[in-house]
C-alpha cells in the first residue's frame, strides 16, 4: 500500500516542475484569463473585503486585479501576513517586504475583517477538490480558525489534479477553482 503522505509529496512536486517550466508569454497569458475569470466572480457575488495573495513566480499573477480591486470604491484588499504556523489578514499597503520564503508583505496591522472572499493559489487538487499547496499548512490553519468562511477560490495557471485522495479532513476546500 502506498503511503498517503508519499504519494502527496510526490504529487506535490510534479505539480511544481509543471508549473515551473512555462514559457514566460504563456504564463503573462494565462494570467490575463485568470484575472479576468477572477473579477467575474467578485462581480457576481457582489463581495467586498477580498483576501488575495502576493504572488510567487510558480503562482498566477493577481497583482493587477489587486491594482483594480484598491482603485474601485467599496473594496477592502487583505493579504496574508505571516505569523507562526499561520498567518493573519492585513490590508495590502505599500511598501511591500520580502519575508520568509521569499514571500512580500506589507507591514503588520490589527484588522479583523469578516472576509466575503478568498482568493488561494495551489500547487494541486486531489480527487475531493481540496487543496495541495506547498506543505506548510498556513493556509489551512488560517481558515480553520476563522469563525466565518468565506467563498474559497482556487487559482492555478493549468490545472494539476490527481484521482487520488491525497488531503486530510482539515485541508481546505474550494467553492470556486479558475484555471486558464
Do not use: W
Not at 116 to 126: F, H, R
Amino acid at each position: 500500500m502506498i503511503n498517503k503522505d508519499h504519494a502527496k509529496s510526490d504529487f506535490r512536486k510534479s505539480c511544481i516542475c509543471t508549473l515551473r517550466f512555462m514559457s514566460q508569454y504563456t504564463k503573462i497569458r494565462k494570467d490575463k484569463t485568470i484575472v479576468k475569470k477572477l473579477l467575474q466572480v467578485i462581480n457576481e457575488l457582489n463581495a467586498r473585503k477580498i483576501l488575495i495573495y502576493i504572488p510567487m513566480d510558480m503562482e498566477v499573477n493577481v497583482l493587477p486585479l489587486i491594482n483594480k480591486l484598491r482603485k474601485r470604491r467599496g473594496f477592502e484588499v487583505y493579504v496574508p501576513y505571516m505569523c507562526g504556523d499561520t498567518f493573519k489578514a492585513v490590508k495590502y499597503r505599500l511598501p511591500l517586504e520580502v519575508k520568509k520564503f521569499g514571500i512580500k508583505e506589507p507591514r503588520n496591522s490589527f484588522v479583523r475583517a469578516k472576509l466575503d472572499l478568498a482568493i488561494v493559489p495551489v500547487v494541486g487538487i486531489d480527487k475531493a477538490g481540496k487543496r495541495i499547496g506547498f506543505g506548510k499548512g498556513m493556509y489551512d490553519r488560517f481558515f480553520y480558525r476563522l469563525k466565518r468562511k468565506p467563498t474559497i477560490v482556487f487559482t492555478q495557471r493549468i490545472l494539476c489534479m490527481t484521482n487520488q485522495n491525497l488531503t486530510d479532513q482539515y485541508d481546505i476546500q474550494a467553492d470556486y477553482i479558475i484555471t486558464s
